[in-house]
Structure formats: structure tokens, C-alpha cells
């Protein structure tokens, strides 16, 4: 059964970059599509964006700007890099199996604040 | 970008049956835009329950069902438990992209 385990600060400043990184075990990321979602508090799922294993990816037009997922086969793992973060980018966020996802991980927050 | 919209709230009887929809801005949803269906309970991670329309997983309880009905795709619960007292949302794919709907928060009492 494939798991994933997000990880990463909880706290990022305003401006700068929110970094997280998704652990896959249980299933090899090759082959695959892979995607970070997010949900801010008390409020609905948002597409980030994902990334097949071969390192294209695809981004929600509105963090297009901002955003970046790649994809490290040997270490069987995907990131998430979000630069120029505000209070609206408080969240939390999970990675997932798929471009519609199948399996998720547990999430984790982030908050950015001063 | 479209819009994909959901019943923002809805309940249901112990034992009774519901249909949440999920509707897009473009017009009809099809079997191209690979419906999916999730539920989310307080504090938890959201769990797959229908993909690509009406496929279940293997935790998926055989009570719950995805249908294209009327131009929306749609989850029936037959037969709601209090355990499925959740929030629910939808995802729509379109080229390459994909958008979750704002997400039904189903009562069952």
C-alpha cells in the first residue's frame, strides 16, 4: 500500500519560500503522476500543481508564477517549492498519488507569519 | 478557469438515501472530465472514494455510488450511517488541469 509522509517547516516568513518535500514508500514514484494540494483553514482543496516522474509539470494558472514541484526518482520523492509567500498562502498541505488523487498523505500545516 | 460547483450543505435520514452533484461552468460534465469523489472528516486528511466516475476503492463503502446524472457527475449514499456525517468534495480534470469543487457538508440526522 502506498504511503506518502509530507514534511517541511511550519512556519514561513512573508516573502520568503515555503519548501516542502513528500516521502513515497511503499510504491516506487516511476510511472506515476504525483500532485500537492492544499486547504486553508476552515475552507476548501486547491490544486497546486503535479509532476510526472519523468519531471513535466503541470501548475494551477493562479500560483503558476510562483510555484515549482519536482520529482527526485533515486530518492523516491517530490517537493514543493512556493516563492514570495503571504498570509493567504497559511494552509495546509498534502501531497497525493495522481493528478486526481488516489492516495494522500496526512498533511501538514504551514503558517506563514512573522 | 471554470467553476465546479457543489450543494454547499444537505441531510439525510439515518438509513435514507442522498445524491450530492457536482456541476461545472463549461456545461456538462462527462466522463472525460474524470469525476472524482472525496470525503473528509474534522481533522482528517480527505480520502478517495470514487475515481474516474463511478470506480470505488477497496475502503470505499458499498453504500456509496458515482453516476453521471443530468449533466453533473453525482455520489449517491444509500443508506447513510452517522459515520457518514463528512464533508465531500468533487474534482473535475480538464486538460491537464483539475478543480475541486467548494465541497457539500452533509448532515445525517
Known amino acids: 500500500q502506498v504511503q506518502l509522509q509530507e514534511s517541511g517547516p511550519g512556519l514561513v516568513r512573508p516573502s520568503e519560500t515555503l519548501s516542502l518535500t513528500c516521502a513515497v514508500s511503499?510504491?516506487?514514484?516511476?510511472?506515476?503522476?504525483w500532485s500537492w494540494i492544499r486547504q486553508p483553514p476552515e475552507k476548501g482543496l486547491q490544486w497546486i500543481g503535479s509532476?510526472?516522474?519523468?519531471?513535466?509539470?503541470n501548475y494551477n494558472p493562479s500560483l503558476k508564477s510562483r510555484v515549482s514541484i519536482s520529482i527526485d526518482t533515486s530518492k523516491n520523492h517530490f517537493s514543493l517549492n512556493l516563492r514570495s509567500v503571504t498570509a493567504a498562502d497559511t494552509a495546509m498541505y498534502y501531497c497525493a498519488r495522481g493528478v486526481g488523487p488516489r492516495y494522500w498523505g496526512q498533511g501538514t500545516l504551514v503558517t506563514v507569519s512573522s | 478557469q471554470a467553476v465546479v460547483t457543489q450543494e454547499p450543505s444537505l441531510t439525510v435520514s439515518p438509513g435514507g438515501t442522498v445524491t450530492l452533484t457536482c456541476g461545472s461552468s463549461t456545461g456538462a460534465v462527462t466522463s472525460s472530465h474524470y469525476p472524482y469523489w472525496f470525503q473528509q472528516k474534522p481533522g482528517q486528511a480527505p480520502r478517495t472514494l470514487i475515481y474516474d466516475t463511478s470506480n470505488k476503492h477497496s475502503w470505499t463503502p458499498a453504500r456509496f455510488s458515482g453516476s453521471l446524472l443530468g449533466g453533473k457527475a453525482a455520489l449517491t449514499l444509500s443508506g447513510a450511517q452517522p459515520e457518514d456525517e463528512a464533508g465531500y468534495y468533487c474534482l473535475l480534470s480538464y486538460s491537464g488541469a483539475v478543480i475541486f469543487g467548494g465541497g457539500t457538508k452533509l448532515t445525517v440526522l
Open positions: 511503499g510504491a516506487s514514484v516511476n510511472g506515476f503522476y
Open positions: 509532476v510526472y516522474y519523468s519531471g513535466s509539470a
